[in-house]
Structures are given as structure tokens and as C-alpha cells.
């Protein structure tokens, strides 16, 4: 199919949801998904038609400055349009296309952050619990929701496990390409000898799924409970409310214990698990696309070192997109939208070669 018959398409598509929201008589779920179609085309019709006025226009002033009878001051008007035009169009079609692009299902919910220890021990801890100040942040830069659901501490301020649920706008598809291994280097507090070390975390972004997405049995999980335990062991809670799920069939473990209630616990736990189950499932269905790009920013590769946070020399350097910041102090402060549009910028140019 042509570009300019996938945009006919996409008008052709437009004016029929107008005609079927304007002609009532169809239920509320009906109306309301109808709506939704309609809300997403809108920007893409208003590129379209901003494109297609642009080459109309183009084609308009080409045809005065071919015209031997325009008058010379139409013909140097004409001339400085048409150049205009020229330069405008190649960055209106990007747009479009890019609007035509498949959208990814998941890029509309919320996320749920688990950031893990990797090597490096205590330093490692102490990465993995700034890692998770840095995505709170962030949220809080974007006026999103950062709802902490569960932290393992070490006892010297690091994190060896924290998981936080986050809500807003555009949360899962500001944040997916986050997943994978996040390497620092920096001197340790607890580092006499001033040596640099490097260390590593592992962040993993799942959209949070809702019941309708995850179909789970009940006769497929075990649930343990037991007494919840802080730091180094000692009890932190005198009941049973701590709860492990585990999902028999793919063998993933949940364990929330942050609640001195049983039952929130285990809400949490379940929230958990299905968003693995999602993310589980999406990845299953991708694997062939993920293997022909690993390596590439939409992978999701947890195991693949993503990025570098080199604290001597104050830069972040991206593996997958060979992208440098020598502002280490604001990334870690929260400033993260330049490394997302980056990602973002770059998964876009990936998807649109794969189409051409």
C-alpha cells in the first residue's frame, strides 16, 4: 500500500466514526470505544491535512514560477514560499509517519518499577536505591503518581530490591526502554583507598496490567504467609501478614510484606504478578522482532548493559543509542527527559526503516 493511500485510508476511517457517533442507537461501551478511535486519529488526520495543504501549496507556487507572465514581485514572493514549503514538508511527513506508526498497546498504562541490586555489593545497594530516587523524581518532574509498593533495605541506605507502582500520563511509554542493566562508577563512601569501583542494578519497567489483561486461575498459585522481617532479620510485625504468591505454571514469586495487613499484601503481591505475567506474555509474543534487534533500544534485554553512570567525569553514556551527557548531577536529580526523547527519537527511525 502507498503512503498516499494509507493516509486516504486513515480519512476515509475518520469520517466513518463521525458517522457512526452522530448516528446514536449504539450502547455506552460501544460509543465510548468508537470515541477513543476517533480521539487517536485526530492528531494524525490534523497531520495529514497539514501535510497534503503543504504539497498543494508547493505545487501552486511551482506553477507560478513556471508561468512566464507572474509579475516579478508575485514571482520573488512565490520563490521565498516555495522554499519554505520545501523545507517544511520533509518534517511534516516524518511527523505523519510517525503517527502512522503501530502503536505499542501498553504505552497508555501505568508502570510498575522494580529496581534490583546487581554486582558490587553494598556499593551496588547504595547505586540501586539512587537508581530509584532518580525514577521518583522523575515522576514528580511529570506530575505522575510514584506510589512506593515495596523496599528491601540494607541497613546503610541501600536498596537490595525496590518496586514502586507509577501512574499518569504516558507513564509506560516515557519509561520502557529503561529495563536492563545500569553500570556506575564512582568512588564508594566506604572506600578508603579512593579507587574507582564499578558496580550495577538491574531495572526492570512492566505496564501494570489490569484483571482483563492477565487471565489468572487461582488454582495456579500457591500463597504462603508468614511473620514480615526487617534488615539483618529482626521482626519488624508480631501477625502473619506477610504473603509469598507463587504462580505454579511459571514458577515467578511475589513477595510483599511492607503491610501490616494480610489482605493489602497480598492486593500488592498480586498487582506485582500480574504485571510479570503481562510483561511475560508480551515478550513471548515479540521474541522473534527482539531477537532480530537485540541490542537495539526496544529489545527490553534485562541482562543487556543499557547504560553508564561514570560519577568521576560526571557524564551518562546510553550503550544502544551512543548518547554522552556531561550532566550526570541533573540525570540523577530527576532530569531524565533528554535521554527519553533520545530512545524514543531513536525507536521511531528504527520502525519506520523496517516499514520503507
Known amino acids: 500500500m502507498s503512503l498516499n493511500e494509507s493516509l486516504d485510508k486513515v480519512l476515509t476511517r475518520y469520517k466513518e ?21 476517533y480521539s487517536d486519529l485526530g492528531p494524525v ?12 501549496d508547493a505545487k501552486g507556487m511551482a506553477d507560478l514560477l513556471a508561468d512566464p507572465a507572474t509579475d516579478p514581485d508575485m514571482r520573488e514572493l512565490a520563490e521565498e514560499e516555495y522554499r519554505e514549503l520545501k ?11 510517525v503517527l502512522l506508526l503501530p502503536k505499542d498497546e501498553a504505552d497508555e498504562k501505568n508502570a510498575i518499577l522494580e529496581v534490583r541490586a546487581g554486582t558490587g555489593g553494598d556499593e551496588a545497594a547504595l547505586f540501586a536505591a539512587d537508581l530509584f530516587r532518580m525514577y521518583q523524581r522523575y515522576a514528580e518532574i511529570h506530575g505522575w503518581r510514584f506510589e512506593v509498593m515495596s523496599v528491601n533495605e540494607t541497613g546503610i541506605g541501600g536498596y537490595k530490591e525496590a518496586i514502586a507502582t507509577i501512574s499518569g500520563t ?11 542493566v545500569h553500570r556506575v562508577q564512582r568512588i564508594p563512601v566506604t572506600e578508603s583507598g579512593g579507587r574507582i569501583h564499578t558496580s550495577a542494578a538491574t531495572v526492570a519497567v512492566m505496564p501494570e496490567a489490569e484483571e482483563v489483561d492477565v487471565d489468572i486461575d487461582e488454582k495456579d498459585l500457591r500463597i504462603d504467609v508468614f511473620r514480615a522481617s526487617g534488615p539483618g532479620g529482626q521482626s519488624v510485625n508480631t501477625t502473619d501478614s506477610a504473603v509469598r504468591i507463587t504462580h505454579l505454571p511459571t514458577g515467578l514469586v511475589v513477595i510483599q510484606q511492607d503491610e501490616k495487613s494480610q489482605h493489602k499484601n497480598r492486593a500488592k503481591a498480586m498487582k506485582v504478578l500480574r504485571a510479570r505475567l503481562y510483561e511475560r506474555e508480551r515478550q513471548i509474543r515479540d521474541e522473534a522482532r527482539a531477537a532480530q534487534r537485540k541490542g537495539q533500544v526496544g529489545s527490553g534485554d534485562r541482562s543487556e548493559r543499557i547504560r553508564t553512570y561514570n560519577f568521576p567525569q560526571g557524564r551518562v553514556t546510553d550503550h544502544r543509542i551512543n548518547l554522552t551527557l556531561h550532566k550526570l548531577e541533573r540525570v540523577m536529580g530527576g532530569e531524565l527527559d533528554e535521554l527519553m526523547d533520545a530512545l524514543i527519537t531513536d525507536d521511531q527511525a528504527r520502525r519506520l526503516s523496517e516499514i520503507a
Open 17 to 37: 466514526l463521525e458517522a457512526l457517533m452522530s448516528e446514536g442507537g449504539s450502547s455506552g461501551e460501544k460509543i465510548a470505544r468508537l470515541g477513543k478511535e
Open 45 to 56: 488526520v490534523a497531520a495529514v491535512n497539514a501535510y497534503r495543504k503543504a504539497q498543494t
Open 87 to 97: 523545507e517544511r514538508l520533509p518534517a511534516l511527513e516524518r511527523q505523519m509517519q
Open 170 to 180: 504516558d507513564v509506560f511509554a516515557r519509561l520502557k526502554f529503561e529495563s536492563g
